[in-house]
């Protein structure tokens, strides 16, 4: 099944969660700097206001380290005339970016699974053997890809609703948060970010927790939504150009 990820420690950075892709810009510029608008999930007991914000500050230590690792092997490679590759991602973040019409049993029984029931729907995926074949299957629906820690950041403070009691819930305080999952001890926004970003042991029951991102129309519209990426359309895996096409849609 889906449990047997290991605990909930920092990541030894020999085996680094994440890929970054190559062009990305250092995760320092941007992707550590909350926009204020964004900082508003507040009421949290004394305590667990002083918890979450220590988690955050090991958070951020903790992508940097991350970062500066991924960097410094990089370089090295360069400099030995080998190449780098990055750690296998083990999270998706998939799109479905085509309507209801005609679409075959199969494929609708797996877009069902996968909870994208709507057009501009989004969901975060774990990829193993299983989804990444269950993806395979609905390819001329979906567009995916590797978040960025940037885009799993905006899209869970810009568009992230939780469920509760079968109602979609805005992520308007942390307490909903700690309510919902403080039993796995996540208990703020951070909280929820690090699960997803580094497919945490909870990263189930935090993507369950959340509610299908509904997304808009992607500014500038699509290329062409019946042909593969990588033929100049738009569905499939565009590794970690989705993010590129997520922020186009948030």
């Known amino acids: 099944g889906m449990s047997g990820i290991p605990g909930n420690q920092l990541w030894p950075l020999s085996q680094s969660p994440r890929s970054f892709s190559s062009s990305a810009v250092p995760l ?61 991602a083990k999270v998706a973040f998939v799109i479905r970016i085509r309507g209801i019409n005609g679409v075959p049993p199969q494929t609708k029984k797996i877009l069902q699974l996968l909870r994208l029931r709507q057009i501009h729907n989004g969901v975060f995926v774990r990829l193993n053997k299983a989804t990444i074949e269950m993806l395979r299957l609905v390819t ?29 819930v805005p992520l308007i305080d942390n307490s909903i948060i700690e309510r919902e999952l403080g039993k796995f001890g996540i208990i703020c926004m951070e909280d929820l970010i690090h699960e997803i970003y580094t497919c945490g042991p909870h990263f189930r029951e935090v993507n369950r927790f959340f509610w299908p991102f509904k997304l808009s129309s992607p500014k500038g519209g699509m290329n062409a939504k019946v042909n593969h990426f990588v033929e100049g359309g738009d569905c499939g895996n565009r590794e970690a150009l989705i993010n590129e096409f997520i922020a186009k849609m948030l």
């Open 28 to 88: 320092s510029a941007f992707a550590l700097s909350v926009p204020p608008a964004l900082s508003r999930p507040r009421p949290l007991t004394k305590a667990s206001r002083q918890v979450a914000l220590r988690r955050a500050e090991a958070y951020v230590a903790e992508y940097r380290r991350q970062e500066r690792m991924e960097v410094a092997l990089r370089r090295e490679a360069k400099a030995t005339g080998n190449f780098y590759v990055p750690a296998e």
């Open 140 to 168: 001329p629906y979906i567009a995916w890809g590797y978040p960025s820690l940037k885009t799993v950041r905006e899209l869970v403070y810009k568009r992230g609703h939780g469920k509760i009691n079968g109602q979609r």
